[in-house]
Nanobody, 120 residues
Framework: QVQLVESGGGLVQAEGSLRLSCAAS????????MGWFRRAPGKEREFVAG????????YYLDSVKGRFTISRDNAKNTVYLQMNSLKPEDTAVYYC?????????????WGQGTQVTVSS
């Protein structure tokens, strides 16, 4: 089992920044991939960014490329999502997730979510 706890959400004005954190416990993550997803009101959940723990290979949703950066801290077993130049359409509940192996595919473990609200 992998336990995930997100933090760092909040209310920010458009063009502002937030950093989300996801603290992982329960397993050695060297063979895992970590992802950030989001669900906006009335919309399906979508993949935002992912990172493979072993080599820090990353993937991004096209609409966040150049604005969001995913990273990981081995010592703290924590994944971050740095979000810059935020837009109102980034408003959503953001979830951290983990899976064994590659970034793409079905994720097995999920955090509780953290709300991000971007005002115009």
């Amino acid at each position: 089992q992998v336990q995930l706890v997100e933090s760092g959400g909040g209310l920010v004005q458009a063009e502002g920044s937030l950093r989300l954190s996801c603290a992982a416990s329960g397993r050695t993550l060297s063979s895992y991939a970590m992802g950030w997803f989001r669900r906006a009101p009335g919309k399906e959940r979508e993949f935002v960014a992912g990172i493979r723990w072993s080599d820090a290979d990353t993937y991004y949703l096209d609409s966040v490329k150049g604005r969001f950066t995913i990273s990981r801290d081995n010592a703290k077993n924590t994944v971050y999502l740095q979000m810059n130049s935020l837009k109102p359409e980034d408003t959503a509940v953001y979830y951290c997730a983990a899976k064994w192996g590659r970034v793409l595919g079905e994720y097995d473990y999920w955090g509780q979510g953290t709300q991000v609200t971007v005002s115009s």
